[in-house]
């Protein structure tokens, strides 16, 4: 189970450091995911409710952008509330409840790392997928370990769902309908 977490953890840096964090983590002026999403309705002139030019990156709070049934539902068993891993972390952590690695993991990205187009390296297949937001690429460091990184406008971020035994096409599912789900609240 730890050589997993750590295989995780380095899966995570590896995104992270193809796609440095551009998001703040904190909440909007509202202080919640009703006021996220209505900050996020366009005006007339083309701009945000909150005076961001239209498809400017938002500040996201990874945490707000899934809930834990919907985390649950992911991979199949309940899962602890969402949170991050560490203090000033971009990500959002929904572990399994039980003793396990199963789990599902949101991230904040930089827009200007997002790139579908990076070619593979040894122990790291990027491949494009289409009908997903605007763009989105996933990660892959072998099988039962894929990271999918999404953008819509110049707001990007990845899903990860981890489930023992499955395989890669399986977690690419999953991961499609929770990014789906963040796709219609961004």
Known sequence: MRRTLVLLA?????????????????????????????AGATQAGGTVATGTPAGAPKELDPCTLITADEAAAAIGEP??????PEPGSSSC????????????????TSGGDFNPDKPSI???????????????YTVSIGAG??????????????????????????LL??????????????
Not at 149 to 156: A, E
Request: neutral net charge.
């Open 122 to 136: 040894p122990g790291l297949t990027i491949t494009k997928v289409s009908g997903v937001g605007d763009a989105a």
């Open 145 to 170: 370990h894929i990271v999918l990184d999404v953008r819509k406008g110049q707001t990007t971020f990845s899903t990860s769902v981890l489930i023992s035994g499955a395989s890669n096409d399986q």
């Open 10 to 38: 380095i899966v995570t840096g590896l995104v992270a450091a193809c796609s440095s964090s551009a998001a703040t983590g904190g909440l909007p002026a509202g202080g919640t995911q009703a006021a996220s999403t209505q």
């Open 79 to 84: 899962v602890d509330p969402g949170a991050p």
């Open 173 to 186: 599912d999953k991961e499609k309908t929770l990014a789906g789900l963040i796709l219609g609240r961004i």
């Open 93 to 108: 952590l929904f572990p399994a409840q039980r003793i396990t690695t199963n789990s599902v993991e949101i991230t904040i």
